[in-house]
């Protein structure tokens, strides 16, 4: 699992998710250091998939990201950081269900 929690870490946070396109999750949180974590496919374009850029001109590494091809990696820690289980796959991900 690989953690981008740092503003400067954006352009390397966007190369992670650039080069696994195809294989790759992201664990999103909406606030630090926890806060509600949702497991995103790298495709999101709602976690910046896809080249998307964050709204007004942030950096996607204000919020923390952390990265792997193993769902089953990030799903513990998110369970084992007070996710629940039935709310942790993003919506719009549906696919990774
Ligand atoms: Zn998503």
Redesign the pocket.
Known sequence: MEVFDRPQQHDEYVQWISRHWEDGLVLHSNRPPEGELKL??AR?H??GGGGTPPANGDVWTNYPKRCSEERAVLIEWALAHGAIRRDLV?Q??EHLQ
């Open positions: 995103h496919s999101c709602s976690i993003c719009k991900c």
